[in-house]
């Protein structure tokens, strides 16, 4: 037997490696786009991007939807969904209000950490569900997004918290800047990283994406995939939890219907992003531009002067687009593989 | 019972593995595996022979904790183990090379083979230069060019088995079954996976090695275990047994009596094959079916059996070649035409590909033939039903009323489901793929039956099935592949299931895997 060495792994030095991989992955054309529409409002009007509100605006509007996008691919790597964040988003932004109201002199971070953990439980409910349920995510997180929302209805009924009910503290973290960018908006760059860095070098991390390849080889390899999956909706949940609080602290008013129908921007967010919806391939970091993508295009739309109904159509377009992209590009990528099979 | 516990193991050359004993597993109310019994011993490779349905890989799932034995006993290293996963089993120190790759197709090559246990490094981050490396040394080993670093889609069958190879080697595992494993390689490749396979055991470790190719077994297996039925039946050392003394044993009974055929006048050519091809699948498939004929294609899974019939009716394209009905040329890779020459075709799986599990059974029978049955666009139930009832009549499906549904049936009413579905178009030639699969021998005897009478009918059968007494049984002739071509043509009178059997494994033609 020959046991010389025929593979030579490193024909082309990581450096170079890592340099094509970026330029030719899907998130820089999504970065191209989101450049490209920030040039054409800016082009328009010089405020979008060249005035102190029009900066700060263009980076904090994106971090609620960047919460829930990041938690939305953790679960749809794994080949699951989770429609419920939104009605999570309400329950834990209402909770934020009701404490400040009821709690006068509550410490910031206790709220934080209480919304963050109202999310994880609700996500907990999901991941359980659907871990050991064995019904689709779909069904389940529908079912959970009516619940949620439920429970704040009759908790919140016609009441809604105003600016005036909470701490300036809080409501400062709204437009609190660092170094000229927003608190909040770091809140959720801070997340991204947590996250995005955990699905890359931890073994937990890339288990998750065994599982939504192909999830029955998980099983046969072994891997823990109920309490994988549980965890991933734990960790939307949660940061769904987090969305609440910024929430809040964003808007200062927080009635019954915060937050109705993102669930499905944050499902477009990351589809746009590069995250194939039937799990395995995907970074939270797509899904990140993703958001911002689709919030800024909804900011620059009027600017440019098109009508509202056009606003809408084109965020559908702008995912359909993707999707297509993506069937294009993986049908590429395959032919591609197999010729470099054949060609070997 | 006492976990397993992988420091007190003793390994002495010699010294059993694994050991089973009178291992029993049901599924429902089919007994896959009877009594199986396999006694693995250090520093051994170990041949599992069988039929396709001896029970050889459900002994398998049971070693690799996939499935849990009813009864008996299994024993890992001298100690009483069940395992309820895969990481339990795996954690012992055995590694199992299934039939089917299972890889995960958006992953690199490197984090198929360590997914789960990749190399960390001082701060619990997966060192990925590390993984590369080792993937990269494995596939030196194994002699083969793999980019460790690109995904697994797209992958040959070969180079998956070749990543599920490495894989096994690398978990370091004193027991490694693998599930045929050649099936897929060429004849280097074989001879690699050998070279690999006898430096293992010269480390003292155990193989167990599954295969229907006899000369891989003789050259390379110390011991060989037949079974056949779910049962043991013997374990010899390979020097001292032979080819047909391990066919006899396999095949074992008298098969030409179980599955009457009755014979019928044959007619008119209706079915004919010419020079088929599908790159990579099939290769210049040339055969005719005579009206009342019944033929069957054998052979091994895997060989292209079921791509050709699926070929055939159009549901995949072809490369070159052609098929004609009654004389007249079907387009290729369009089943509305071939259903409108008068073919049916009723697949292997027919949960998912033959049956609306969710429908009636009137739904399903007259399910192909419901844009005759409209009046106006409309499709009514008491159309359906008046079309479905003589079908399910005459084949005694046994269900309180038309409006059941299918997925409440047992198996094989489900399959008579699927075969009046196609009988109510009409057809001059009906495939059938594995007819009586995952059926009870009762209702089993009623599809031969029934086929045979269709056959009498004037009806052309095109039969697929891996189990050798229905094909030795039911066909007037029977076409075996191997490899995407067809091997041997052999008439009623001349088939047995040595003729078959060595056709089908190439038995005859040895490729170079000896030394």
């Not at chain 1, 993703?290 to 739309?301: D, E, F, M």
């Not at chain 2, 109310?29 to 011993?41: D, F, I, N, P």
């Not at chain 2, 001082?122 to 002699?143: C, K, P, T, Y």
């Not at chain 2, 003589?390 to 198996?411: H, N």
Request: glycine share 10%.
């Amino acid at each position: 037997m020959s046991t010389d060495l025929m593979v030579a792994p490193s024909r082309v030095s990581p450096v170079r490696r890592a340099v094509t991989s970026v330029v030719r992955s899907r998130e820089i054309a999504i970065v191209g786009v989101l450049l490209a529409v920030i040039a054409v409002a800016t082009y328009k009007s010089n405020a979008f991007l060249f005035s102190s509100n029009g900066w700060r605006d263009l980076l904090l509007t994106p971090s609620i939807l960047l919460l829930l996008a990041v938690g939305q691919t953790v679960v749809i790597i794994t080949r699951n969904v989770d429609l419920s964040v939104g009605s999570t988003l309400a329950l834990t932004a209402y909770l934020t209000g009701r404490l400040f109201v009821d709690h006068p002199g509550i410490p910031i971070v206790v709220v934080f950490a209480a919304g963050v953990l109202m999310g994880s439980l609700l996500g907990l409910v999901n991941g359980i569900l659907v871990a050991f349920g064995k019904v689709p995510a779909l069904v389940i997180t529908l079912g959970t997004l009516y619940i949620y929302r439920g429970i704040v209805l009759s908790w919140a009924g016609s009441d809604r918290i105003n600016a005036s009910d909470l701490p300036h503290g809080f409501l400062a973290l709204g437009t609190k800047q660092i170094l000229s960018i927003p608190v909040l908006t770091l809140i959720g760059a801070v997340a991204l990283a947590l996250v995005g860095y955990y699905l890359w070098t931890a073994r937990g991390g890339r288990e998750l994406y065994a599982i939504g390849s192909d999830p029955d080889a998980a099983v046969l390899y072994g891997l823990k995939v109920n309490r994988r999956v549980l965890s991933a909706f734990v960790v939307s949940g949660a940061l769904a939890g987090l969305a609440g609080v910024v929430y809040t602290a964003r808007y200062g008013t927080v009635s019954s219907g915060a937050g109705l129908g993102i669930e499905l921007q944050a499902v477009g967010a990351a589809v746009i992003g590069g995250v194939a919806i039937f799990g395995g391939s995907g970074t939270v970091w797509g899904a990140a531009v993703g958001s911002i993508l689709l919030v800024t295009i909804n900011r620059a739309l009027p600017v440019v002067g098109i009508p509202d109904f056009w606003q809408r159509a084109v965020v559908g377009g702008l995912i359909l687009g993707a999707v297509c992209l993506d069937r294009v590009l993986s049908a590429r990528r395959a032919r591609k593989l197999v010729e470099a099979r054949d060609a070997s | 019972m006492k976990p397993f516990n992988k420091a007190d193991l003793v390994q002495e050359p010699g010294s059993l593995v694994l050991e089973l004993r009178d291992v029993r597993k049901s599924f429902g109310a089919v007994a896959a595996l009877r009594s199986g019994t396999l006694a693995v011993a250090a520093g051994s490779i170990h041949a599992l022979v069988g039929e396709n349905g001896a029970g050889k890989s459900t002994l398998v799932k049971i070693v690799a904790g996939v499935h849990r034995l009813d009864s008996g006993v299994f024993r890992f290293q001298g100690q009483d183990v069940e395992f309820t996963s895969t990481a339990e089993s795996k954690a012992a120190g055995i590694a199992v090379i299934y039939q089917e790759p299972t890889l995960f197709p958006d992953l690199s090559v490197t984090e198929n083979i360590f997914m789960g246990r990749q190399p960390l490094d001082g701060f619990r981050r997966i060192d990925r230069a590390a993984m590369h490396d080792e993937a990269a040394g494995l596939f030196g080993r194994l002699g083969v060019a793999i980019d460790p670093r690109r995904p697994a889609l797209g992958l040959s069958i070969a180079d998956q088995q070749i990543i599920e190879i490495a894989k096994a080697i690398s978990l370091d595992a004193s027991l490694l079954v693998m599930d045929e494993p050649t099936a897929a390689l060429s004849g280097v490749e074989v001879d690699r996976l050998f070279a690999v396979a006898r430096s293992l055991r010269d480390e003292g470790r155990a193989l167990v090695f599954i295969s229907h190719r006899f000369d891989e077994v003789f050259a390379l297996c110390d011991t060989v275990t037949v079974m056949r039925d779910g049962e043991y039946i013997a374990t010899n050392d390979i020097s001292k047994t032979s080819v047909p003394e391990m066919v006899s044993m396999m095949v074992g009974r008298e098969v030409g009596e179980l599955f009457p055929k009755t014979p019928a006048e044959l007619g008119e050519v209706v079915l004919e094959v010419n020079g088929l091809d599908s790159t990579g699948v099939f290769h210049d498939v040339t055969f005719q079916v005579r009206a009342g004929e019944i033929v069957a294609l054998a052979g091994l899974v895997g060989s292209g059996r079921s791509e050709i019939a699926r070929a055939i009716f159009g549901v995949d394209a072809y490369g070159s070649g052609s098929v004609r009905m009654a004389g007249k040329q079907i387009a290729p890779h369009r089943p509305r035409a071939a259903i409108r020459a008068g073919m049916a075709f009723i697949p292997e799986d027919r949960r998912k590909q033959g049956l609306i599990t969710d429908g009636s059974v009137a739904r399903n029978v007259a399910g192909v033939i419901r844009g005759g049955l409209a009046r106006a666009g409309l499709l009514t139930s008491g159309a359906e039903n008046r079309a479905a009832g003589p079908w399910a009549g005459r084949l005694e499906v046994k269900t309180s009323a038309l409006d059941a549904k299918a997925s409440t049936m047992s198996g094989g009413n489900q399959q008579k489901v699927v075969i009046a579905k196609w009988l109510a178009t009409k057809p001059k030639l009906l495939i059938i793929d594995e007819p009586t699969r995952g059926i009870d021998v009762g209702t089993k005897a009623e599809v031969h039956r029934l086929l045979s009478e269709l056959a009498g009918e004037g009806l052309a059968i095109l039969m697929i099935s891996s189990e050798l007494p229905e094909v030795l049984g039911m066909a007037d002739r029977v076409l075996v592949v191997s490899e995407g071509r067809i091997s041997a043509d052999i008439a009623r009178a001349d088939a047995t299931a040595e003729s078959v059997m060595s056709a089908a494994t190439g038995a005859d033609t040895a490729t170079e895997a000896s030394r």
